[in-house]
């Protein structure tokens, strides 16, 4: 282990090994570095569409005098500096369900999937709600929607979000995805799986230390395999998979993105076209996205999956 990254930010042994190890020592630096400025993370929310504009919501914000920034690359973001997320509870908008307090992170997957109109969309593990109502806001409410959900008290806080936004022709399913009955499909799928977590952990988060493991790291991998198997297993021919996750490790990121690509030959990776002031770490895969770690963007791996419009043909992959 090169001694040269500083190990006093309190980030667990574990993630910092599997960080440099993946990375090598300049990039490992720049991730354990933005782990250390997340704890000065500020709050972020996305402006539901489905029941107020983005400049409404900026004139709620502006009469309470919190002072915010707008996102170039997705005007329905706000980041909100000096502020506690208890503040927002506290407004209107907020209890009328309005906004919707979620990362700058976790709204790039519903970006990069890029829902289309008149599609049977999936996310397969849709709670709290945040990219399935997301998705339902950038499609005005248009959307034919299927959420699933195998944790019960996780399934109600999915169905209670939903309604709060507003996010109709939404099926929220309880069931665990990895057995979904190869009778459904779908044109679109949102696979945001379990993970370790490994980029959102800041430094100091003592929970993190405790299940920063090797064990947590292969529940996680274990779980992916199959979510991943079965999600190419139910989209149609010609159809789009996102997988993402809130992990910077590779094998939970790109090595499961290789080996689901070689148990379905019929499928190829599709490039994600987003742009933003976000910084990236090296990825195994081309075409797919690491986000580093950093005080704006919790760490986030995305691909984007095509599978042949012609059943049998093996697909080329980058």
């Known amino acids: 282990m090169n001694e040269s990254i500083d190990r006093a930010e309190s980030i667990p042994a574990f993630l910092v090994e599997a960080v440099e190890e993946a990375y090598g020592t300049d990039d490992a630096r720049r991730a354990l570095e933005g782990m250390r400025d997340a704890a000065e993370r500020p709050v972020t929310l996305r402006a539901n569409t489905l029941k107020a504009t983005a400049d409404e919501v900026a004139r709620a914000l502006d009469r309470a005098s919190i002072a915010y920034e707008r996102c170039p690359w997705y005007e329905e973001a706000f980041v909100l500096d000096a502020v506690r ?19 700058l992170s976790s709204m790039l997957p519903p970006l990069a999937l890029g ?28 959307a034919r929607l299927t959420a699933c959900e195998m944790n019960g008290p996780r399934a109600e806080k999915l169905t ?12 929220v399913m309880h069931c665990d995805a990895r057995k979904l009955d190869t009778f ?8 945001d799986a379990p993970c370790t977590g490994s980029g959102t952990i800041r430094a100091g988060d003592a929970r993190a230390a405790r299940h920063m493991d090797a064990r947590s790291l292969e529940r996680s991998t274990r779980a992916q395999r199959a ?4 999600a190419l297993r139910v989209l149609k021919p010609g159809g789009e998979l996102l997988y993402s996750t809130c992990s910077i490790l590779p094998a939970e990121n790109e090595e499961q993105v290789a080996t689901a690509l070689a148990r379905h030959r019929d499928c190829e990776i599709v490039p994600i076209a987003l742009e933003g002031d976000w ?6 895969v081309e ?13 986030f791996f ?17």
């Open 85 to 103: 997320e208890r503040a927002v509870w506290d407004l209107d908008i907020y209890r009328d369900g309005k906004v919707y307090l979620q990362s």
């Open 115 to 142: 829902p289309r109109p008149g599609a049977d969309i999936l996310d397969m593990c849709a709670a709290p709600g945040g990219k399935t109502s997301q998705i339902a806001a950038m499609l005005g409410g248009a």
């Open 160 to 171: 209670y979000n939903l309604a709060k936004l507003d996010a109709r022709n939404v099926q």
């Open 184 to 191: 459904f499909s779908f044109d679109q799928i949102l696979l």
């Open 227 to 230: 979510l991943l198997d079965r």
């Open 279 to 284: 910084e990236t770490l090296p990825c195994g």
């Open 287 to 299: 075409g797919a996205l690491v986000v580093c770690p950093s005080r704006e963007f919790e760490g």
């Open 302 to 318: 995305m691909a984007k999956m095509r599978k042949d419009a012609k059943p049998g043909n093996r697909a080329r992959r980058s």
